[in-house]
């Protein structure tokens, strides 16, 4: 039985916690890849809607670039503009009601790459077009790791963007249309990030996945290393009111956990613990006000279900107020996209 899928997901199932509990999920994929050797090679709306109505109460979620769907011909640095227009079209479908009430893809954040400085604003101004009311910015993908056993999916493959005067250059254009920027990079990087965050104080950046925690591969092992990096990258960024960080990705195989090779998937209560170091360090760092809990899916859905998921930040959260846990699982995402009630 290939691990990783539906029948495997539901050898553990378990009752929804707190299932009133309003929850915005500020990060998911869409994607049908053909070739792709990965055990959710199709996640569109119907999957989506599968997970998101698992018991939690998901008003609405956002969409993140999986570099899916692009324009097959035309200039290259217009052709994520087809993921866009693909994704509108979904979202759109969400919003008849017909999928259930939660809003799915309320908001969108495409790609444009940012290398190109001033030369981007015609490509943001496409992706605008192609979805003028849910369009809200944009990733570009930094990853970058000298080990060639650290797998980098950034689709512009270079060290140091986030310092290069084009790339700057492109993201103070973002952040003169008020359009925000998804942050994904390695550990290692956070502090390329603080820099960068200082530079351009006006443009809001999302950091993804706590991080970018990496324990395998050269890095398995090592947490003696990794751990303390980690945790003082975080802080640095941290003291950028402009950045936000989204609390998830920890399914992902690169941190470490064995999870997704499990016979039987994880529960919400041992997955709480697992994850509580990782959360609980960006939360006393950022703060309840800049911090969201995100799916990731489905890219986490490899070692855990949305419902096991969402119990587990539910668990991890009992401590914090009322207050403090809406702001996580729904207002601070619903105010950074801008996702109307």
């Not at 939690?56 to 670039?65: G, I, K, L, P």
């Not at 990733?139 to 797998?151: A, G, I, M, Q």
């Not at 990782?278 to 279900?305: A, L, T, W």
């Amino acid at each position: 039985m290939p691990f990783g899928g539906n029948d495997w997901l539901a050898l553990t199932t378990e009752p929804t916690l707190e299932p009133d509990l309003p929850i915005c999920d500020p990060h998911h994929h869409f994607w049908d890849y053909r070739t792709a050797r990965i055990p959710y090679q199709r996640y569109l709306l119907h999957e989506l809607v599968e997970d998101i109505t698992s018991g939690h109460n998901v008003r609405s979620t956002v969409f993140v670039e999986a570099r899916s769907m692009y324009r097959s011909e035309g200039p290259e640095e217009m052709r994520p503009v087809g993921e866009v227009e693909f994704v509108q079209g979904l979202a759109a479908a969400s919003a008849s009601g017909l999928y259930g009430p939660g809003r799915a893809a309320a908001a969108i954040m495409g790609h444009a790459n940012l290398n190109l400085g001033d030369d981007v604003r015609p490509v943001l101004e496409a992706l605008v077009a192609a979805s003028p009311n849910r369009f809200r910015g944009i990733r570009h993908s930094v990853t970058w790791d000298p080990n060639p056993e650290v797998e980098n999916t950034a689709a512009h493959k270079m060290p140091g963007q986030l310092a290069s005067d084009e790339f700057r250059k492109g993201a103070q254009v973002l952040a003169d249309m008020g359009l925000s920027l998804e942050g994904w990079m390695f550990f290692h990087q956070l502090p390329e990030l603080a820099d960068f965050a200082r530079a351009i104080p006006g443009l809001t950046i999302i950091l993804n996945h706590v991080g970018g925690v990496v324990r395998d591969g050269p890095y398995a092992g090592k947490d003696d290393e990794v751990m303390p990096k980690w945790r003082s990258g975080i802080a640095a960024v941290a003291q950028c009111p402009n950045i936000y960080v989204k609390l998830g990705g920890i399914g992902m195989p690169r941190t470490g956990f064995d999870w997704h090779t499990r016979a039987k998937p994880i529960g919400s209560e041992e997955l709480a613990v697992g994850m509580a170091p990782f959360m609980e360090h960006c939360i006393e760092q950022f703060g309840p006000e800049r911090c969201m809990f995100e799916s990731n899916f489905p890219v986490d859905k490899v070692s855990y279900s949305y419902n096991v998921m969402y119990n587990a930040f539910k668990r991890l959260t009992q401590d914090y107020s009322a207050s403090e846990r809406a702001a996580m699982f729904h207002n601070v995402a619903a105010r950074v996209y801008r996702i109307e009630p």
